[in-house]
């Protein structure tokens, strides 16, 4: 099946401090999604985004579908921001493969 | 909000015994899927439905069977649950048959003891 990696797998960020986070997936993909999981472990949408580029206020992602990676960037961190980030990507017609996460700690 | 709960949200039970799992939602969604997710795995899909009674296997379907007898529910039975399954359970939808989006319930916490 499809490899999903992500790094780093751990970041610790200053408050106020900008970060990359990045998912390389190991065949084409159709679409690729983003999530943040909250220290609640709710799993909350960032963005939808097969290609190109897309910002929601501090976030914005880019996805290189043809070069195989996409990109998460947080700009002036939040402890709010703080939790697990997992990159996940659609194969086949229904399936949903997910990387292992960057767990971000933002601290004041 | 995408309009899913999961009940129970949390459950102990013991090796041996059956457990079902229930994904409840609200806005006729077509497709539903369960995964689970363990400490170093990020989330795996266990099963999907596509429709009433249509479903699927995923890549963790071993010791899970899954039953969709209306829209809105989709079940997921452990016939024996085993320790290897304790594990965050998250149900999910697809928004649209054209947009492949998928947006995760709040999960039940099961332990196996």
């Known amino acids: 099946g499809i490899q999903v990696e992500q790094s780093p797998p751990d970041l610790i960020l200053q408050e106020g401090a900008n970060s990359t986070l990045r998912c390389n997936f190991s065949d084409s993909v159709n679409n690729l999604q983003w999530f943040h999981q909250n220290p609640w472990g709710q799993l909350i949408n960032l963005f939808y985004?097969?290609?190109g580029t897309k910002q929601n206020g501090r976030l914005s992602a880019t996805t290189v579908a043809t070069e195989r990676y996409s990109l998460l960037y947080i700009s002036s961190s939040q402890t709010t921001d703080s939790g697990v980030y997992f990159c996940?990507?659609?194969?086949?017609?229904?399936?949903?493969?997910f990387g292992k996460g960057n767990q971000v700690v933002v601290i004041p | 909000d995408a309009g899913i709960t999961q009940s129970p949200r949390h459950k102990v039970t013991e090796t041996g015994t059956p457990v079902t799992l229930r994904c409840h939602q609200t806005e006729n969604h077509r497709y539903m899927y369960w995964y689970r997710q363990d400490p170093g795995h990020g989330l795996r899909l266990i099963h999907y439905s596509y429709g009433v009674k249509d479903t699927d296997k995923g890549e963790v379907s071993d010791g899970y069977s899954v039953s969709r007898s209306k829209t809105e529910d989709f079940l997921l039975t452990l016939e024996s649950a085993t320790s290897s399954q304790t594990s965050v359970y998250f149900c999910?939808?697809?928004?649209?048959?054209?947009?492949?989006?998928?947006?995760f319930g709040p999960g039940t916490r099961l332990t196996v003891l």
């Open positions: 999910a939808i697809r928004d649209s048959d054209r947009v492949y989006e998928q947006f």
């Open positions: 985004i097969p290609s």
């Open positions: 996940a990507v659609r194969y086949g017609n229904n399936r949903l493969a």
